[in-house]
């Protein structure tokens, strides 16, 4: 059922821009266009990180998720938030063979719930967007896109 013209979801600009530059950019792999790419504003988080002992391995990435649950766990939605995006960077500089696609998802996913939490859907959108793009047709992304787009309906 298409949506009428009054009904219709304004997005961000930067929904837009993503959304607009299309796939064809992104390499295949195994007939699948999947990629990791970057979080904006993250450098000084992945920086304090490493400078309290971390480095670019397996072992940093789910140091990071730990945290990251530990403040999901006592509300600490902004800290947590902070954390995933961490072990997400983190993983992006993993060597190829280290990287297990899913895990990377599964950081965003839960950076998308954290949003949602404190009321910031449509960026919430925009993480879902990565989300689709490290893991495409993703059932979990499509189902928290759902939420987040009907929330934002309701909330106009």
């Known amino acids: 059922m298409a949506a009428s013209s009054s009904t219709a979801l304004a997005l961000s600009p930067a ?3 993503h959304a607009a530059f299309g796939a064809s950019h992104i390499p295949q792999y195994r007939g699948v266009r999947r990629f990791l790419p970057q979080l904006c504003g993250v450098n000084d988080l992945v920086i304090d990180f490493m400078s309290q002992g971390a480095d ?3 072992i940093s990435v789910e140091r990071a998720l730990h945290e990251g649950n530990e403040f999901f766990e006592r509300a600490e939605y902004l800290k947590a938030l902070d954390l995933y995006a961490v072990a997400y960077e983190i993983f992006r500089f993993l060597p190829a063979v280290d990287r297990y696609f899913p895990v990377a998802h599964d950081c965003i996913l839960r950076r998308m719930i954290c949003l949602s939490v404190i ?3 449509e960026q919430g959108l925009e993480e879902s967007l990565i989300a689709l793009a490290v893991l495409p047709n993703s059932p979990a992304c499509y189902f928290f896109q759902g939420i987040l787009y009907s929330t934002i309906l309701l909330r106009k």
């Open 56 to 58: 670019y391995d397996i």
């Open 15 to 17: 929904v837009q821009r």
């Open 119 to 121: 009321g910031r859907f």
